[in-house]
């Protein structure tokens, strides 16, 4: 901690200030309190249930692996993905890897969530369960208001997600046109286990998808739309509704309703997006920092809270900058350009066709749903399938057309 653990300062300052106690923002704490660091992590929703799916991939475990007992995590290992194509009456059933660590396993957030806030407080981060109502910079630390009085830091983190306040106080908020909305349900369970499947569809009218996800103790089940398509989101649950009464997928007692935005920025958005100033960074979600495509984000929120506490630990911010564009943005802007073509009836179309016929293909899916194959690449590795027709076919859609960072 070279510039954190030197030199007196005054002792109500905290080294740093992080700003939402999800993923990023707890594994930020986490990381940087084991190096000696005064964390102050700021929450006033815990414990919550977060509206999404809940998918964990093993490369996001295995980014925390080294430090918690994953195995303790209460979660379930998905064994297979269910594609289902409504309009055709069509459906085809994908192996995931079983090996351990899982390819996919899927934990209620309030679980997933208390489980890396308890870690970072074990690691001696200070949590404050209030929300920061506003934030201001003075000359050398930044003063953060909440409900029960006011906070220094020497550092500002924003983990503050889709709405975040340390994003619109020090750059600018999300536009409508940046974001996606999850609407859904949560299905209680009653006393049997789920089912280690989980099940997608891919919209065709909007470009998004439709999902159902077994967690240890309720099934989340929802969909996401681009914020600008003005589909309201008590219209997106209706929809979830009629789509999981067609595919009798929550046959299970009354449903919790949700709803929540998503960053879904474009490639252009992503290019340079506002990721930090003197003094403060934003990570995770509240960077924008999620795939376009899929709406995933929680490996890139602990993959940008690693960095960001590694630029804080060693005094060099700009080091945080020049991570997430190395690591991060190229793969999320391929999939920014690519999101189109995944929506397309077409691409449904010739998806349902390849993994009925095509053990290859299927496994293709099966490591892009675990995040094991990245979008570049992706062209090759289907012509390597041997099914040149499919690819073919999916650079005609426009898939699979363009493969530059």
Not at 17 to 28: F, H, L
Not at 125 to 152: C, D, K, N, Y
Request: aromatic content about 8%; overall charge positive; glycine content about 8%.
């Amino acid at each position: 901690m070279s510039d954190l653990a030197g030199g007196a300062h005054a002792p109500d300052i905290a080294d740093v200030a992080i700003v939402g106690a999800g993923p990023a923002g707890s594994w930020t704490a986490f990381s940087l309190a084991r190096r000696g660091a005064r964390v102050a992590l700021f929450d006033g929703s815990h414990p919550r249930e977060k509206p999404c799916g809940g998918g964990v991939t093993g490369r996001a475990l295995s980014l925390v692996s080294d430090a918690l007992p994953c195995s303790a995590l209460p979660s379930v290992a998905i064994t297979s993905a269910r594609f289902l194509d409504t309009l055709r009456a069509r459906e085809c059933t994908v192996p995931l890897s079983t090996t351990s660590p899982a390819a996919l396993v899927v934990a209620s957030r309030r679980v997933l969530d208390a489980w890396l806030l308890d870690a970072a407080r074990a690691a001696g981060a200070e949590f404050i369960p209030r929300r920061v109502v506003r934030i201001e910079r003075a000359a050398a630390h930044f003063r953060l208001e909440t409900s029960s009085g006011l906070f220094r830091a020497r550092w500002l983190v924003g983990a503050d997600g889709a709405t975040s306040l340390v994003r619109r106080t020090f750059a600018s908020p999300f536009r409508r046109d940046q974001l996606s909305v999850a609407s859904g349900f949560y299905a209680p369970l009653h006393g049997e286990w789920p089912s280690a499947e989980i099940a997608l569809e891919l919209l065709t009218d909007l470009p998004g998808y439709l999902w159902s996800f077994p967690r240890p103790d309720h099934v989340a089940v929802g969909i996401c739309a681009p914020a600008e398509s003005g589909v309201a989101a008590a219209t997106l649950r209706a929809r979830a509704a009629q789509w999981l009464r067609a595919h009798h997928l929550a046959d299970r007692g009354q449903l919790a309703p949700y709803g929540w935005p998503i960053p879904t920025p474009s490639a252009p958005d992503l290019a340079a997006p506002p990721l930090g100033g003197t003094g403060w960074l934003l990570i995770g979600d509240a960077a924008g920092l999620v795939d376009p495509i899929t709406r995933e984000g929680i490996f890139f929120a602990l993959q940008s809270a690693t960095f960001a506490a590694r630029a804080i630990a060693s005094g060099n911010p700009t080091q945080y900058e020049a991570d997430v564009q190395t690591h991060i943005l190229p793969e999320l802007r391929r999939a920014a350009r690519l999101k189109a073509g995944f929506f397309r009836p077409q691409f449904t179309r010739l998806v349902m066709d390849a993994l009925e016929r095509s053990a290859a293909i299927r496994g293709v899916m099966a490591d892009l749903i675990a995040g094991v194959q990245p979008y570049r690449g992706l062209k090759r590795r289907l012509a390597a399938t041997l099914e040149w027709r499919l690819a073919g076919q999916l650079a005609l859609v426009g898939l699979l057309g363009n493969n530059r960072p």
